[in-house]
T-cell receptor, first 109, second 115 residues
Framework: GQNIDQPTEMTATEGAIVQINCTYQTSGFNGLFWYQQHAGEAPTFLSYNVLDGLEEKGRFSSFLSRSKGYSYLLLKELQMKDSASYLCAVRDSNYQLIWGAGTKLIIKP | ETGVTQTPRHLVMGMTNKKSLKCEQHLGHNAMYWYKQSAKKPLELMFVYNFKEQTENNSVPSRFSPECPNSSHLFLHLHTLQPEDSALYLC??????????????FGAGSRLTVL
């Protein structure tokens, strides 16, 4: 079956750096997405990776290794507003999106 | 108003009630989706519409009935629900359906509680 694994919850300190990992086993691969979802709000698109390597977008970066079935989202200079759930999703060979259960990130002062 | 708008934001219904969830997008997108989000579970795709035609129904019970009258509006009609149907129902839209870089734009969801 198809599966996405990510940690259920992580805690980090304001101003620090945190890395949220995502591993996947899917039937084919057509890209990996990260979404951010604040409590009670809509998930919003953060990043898309289809080739190996690091994509940087301000304080957020996303890395992909297709051979290892692995991605991470790196958040730098953490702010309290970064407290949210982070959803990893992979598009398989049929262009279906396979979702992880999300990682709840708690930022402490 | 831009983006994806869902109403109502909160809904409490009994098991014998009939209610509907509404979704509206002003992005000019051609594909619309219903997802179910339960605590600590992955998003579950329920239905997909592409150019107003239903293209996917992921074994969803018939007590959930989607309707897509035009490319901007999507409804989810609810009838004789069960308490385990309590969840956040998310609507999303995208420019097209089958594309690798296809980014979904989500609404804030309708929180449904079935008593």
């Amino acid at each position: 079956g198809q599966n996405i694994d990510q940690p259920t919850e992580m805690t980090a300190t304001e101003g620090a750096i945190v890395q949220i990992n995502c591993t996947y086993q899917t039937s084919g691969f057509n890209g990996l997405f990260w979404y951010q979802q604040h409590a009670g709000e809509a998930p919003t698109f953060l990043s898309y990776n289809v080739l190996d390597g690091l994509e940087e977008k301000g304080r957020f970066s996303s890395f992909l290794s297709r051979s290892k079935g692995y991605s991470y989202l790196l958040l730098k200079e953490l702010q309290m507003k970064d407290s949210a759930s982070y959803l990893c999703a992979v598009r398989d060979s049929n262009y279906q999106l396979i979702w992880g259960a999300g990682t709840k990130l708690i930022i402490k002062p | 108003e831009t983006g994806v708008t869902q109403t109502p934001r909160h809904l409490v219904m009994g098991m014998t009630n009939k209610k509907s969830l509404k979704c509206e997008q002003h992005l000019g997108h051609n594909a619309m989706y219903w997802y179910k989000q339960s605590a600590k579970k992955p998003l579950e795709l329920m239905f997909v519409y592409n150019f107003k035609e239903q293209t996917e129904n992921n074994s969803v019970p018939s007590r959930f009935s989607p309707e897509c009258p035009n490319s901007s509006h999507l409804f989810l009609h609810l009838h004789t629900l069960q308490p385990e149907d309590s969840a956040l129902y998310l609507c999303a839209s995208s420019q097209e359906k089958d594309s690798g870089a296809n980014v979904l734009t989500f609404g804030a969801g309708s929180r449904l509680t079935v008593l």
